[in-house]
């Protein structure tokens, strides 16, 4: 059972910066897609970036392309989520999960496993 483990949340004013990190505890990320959602309080889940693990392919949406940056280093079994230019709305707990296969997807439905969430917090 793979298990994922987010750190890095916390607070932030507008305009600010924060890096996740999302680390397995024992098997390798190697061969797995990795996504990053997030949910705040009364939306439903938003899949915000993805990364493949067959050719790094990655997907942002629209409410954070250009300001956030998602990677992995497989040597560390982490995949990082560098959110620059923090606004109020990104307020939320931030989730990751992996997938088997490869290839990401933007639906948290085709995800097999998640970690416990980070909570993000923008002040304006």
């Known amino acids: 059972q793979l298990q994922l483990v987010e750190s890095g949340g916390g607070l932030a004013q507008s305009g600010g910066s924060l890096t996740l990190s999302c680390a397995t505890l024992?098997?390798?990320?190697?061969?797995?897609?990795v996504g990053w959602f997030r949910q705040a309080p009364g939306k439903e889940r938003e899949g915000i970036s993805c990364?493949?693990?067959?050719?790094?392919?990655?997907y942002y949406s629209d409410s954070v392309k250009g300001r956030f940056t998602i990677s992995r280093d497989n040597a560390k079994n982490t995949v990082y989520l560098r959110m620059s230019n923090l606004k109020p709305e990104d307020t939320a707990v931030y989730y990751c999960?992996?997938?088997?296969?490869?290839?990401?997807?933007?639906?948290?439905?085709?995800?097999?496993?998640w970690g416990q969430g980070t909570q993000v917090t923008v002040s304006s």
């Open positions: 999960a992996a997938r088997d296969g490869g290839y990401y997807s933007t639906a948290s439905s085709q995800y097999d496993y």
């Open positions: 024992q098997y390798t990320l190697d061969y797995y897609a």
């Open positions: 990364i493949s693990s067959t050719d790094d392919s990655t």
